[in-house]
């Protein structure tokens, strides 16, 4: 049976690596990126979404990428997750271009703002 909670802990991506058990989802919110269709280029640096990164207000302009931040955090070990997943919206659906996690912190202040 551990092999099974082992093999899907890496496969769900929301839950913990290290107890492999379900995390729980303590923020969520959408952002829009400064690229538009054709021009998304790729960042693993989390100072670009820190520097770049704009909270969606209302409604999404089309052909601007959006990145869903989600932060996860363990009950049982406590151990903390933030996941980027960045796509662009079209016709209601998602086109996914990159999924980033950042485990150390890196994030920490866009989920101190309000």
């Not at 932060?71 to 903390?80: E, L």
């Not at 796509?87 to 271009?97: I, Q, S």
Request: glycine share 8%.
């Amino acid at each position: 049976m551990g092999l099974f909670r082992k093999l899907k802990a890496v496969l769900r991506d929301d839950w913990c690596g290290t107890c492999q058990v379900p995390m729980d989802t303590t923020f969520q919110r959408i952002y829009t990126l400064p690229m538009t269709v054709g021009h998304y280029r790729a960042h693993k640096n989390p100072a670009y979404y820190l520097e770049n990164l704009r909270r969606v207000s209302g409604e999404i302009m089309p052909g601007v990428y959006v990145c869903e931040l989600t932060a996860y955090r363990c009950p049982d070990c406590g151990h903390r997750v933030v996941r980027l997943c960045i796509y662009l919206p079209v016709r209601g659906n998602r086109k996914f271009e990159d999924t980033y996690e950042f485990t150390h912190g890196e994030l920490d202040e866009l989920l101190r703002q309000p």
